[in-house]
């Protein structure tokens, strides 16, 4: 049984900053991936970081240029939002892609963190 843990969503000023946190527990199978996607109302989920667990590359959304960071420790992934901009504001999902030993892939999603950045 695994489950996603997220937490650090609020409401900051633009210019703030947060900081986004996602804990993986019971997982029974190597996670490959961890990463916070966001979606506004009516528009696609999209891509804001990801880190490889097996070598720790990270990716980035295109919108990103260099404002966030996201880091792993464990199975425990951190993204630091800075200089956030009210087009930041989404609700924020993680993500968590995984295999079992038939190197089926399987993927499990967070319940969503809202993040809204307004004045």
């Known amino acids: 049984q695994v489950q996603l843990v997220e937490s650090g969503g609020g409401s900051v000023q633009p210019g703030g900053s947060l900081r986004l946190s996602c804990a993986a527990s019971?997982?029974?199978?190597?996670?490959?991936?961890m990463a916070w996607y966001r979606q506004v109302v009516g528009e696609e989920r999209e891509l804001v970081a990801g880190i490889n667990f097996p070598h720790g590359f990270p990716h980035y959304g295109e919108f990103v240029k260099g404002r966030f960071n996201i880091s792993r420790d464990g199975n425990t992934i951190a993204l630091q939002m800075n200089s956030l901009k009210p087009e930041d504001t989404a609700v924020y999902y993680c993500n968590t892609q995984y295999r079992d030993i038939e190197l089926r892939p399987f993927e499990l999603w967070g319940q969503g963190t809202m993040v809204t950045v307004s004045s």
């Open positions: 019971g997982t029974l199978y190597p996670i490959y991936v």
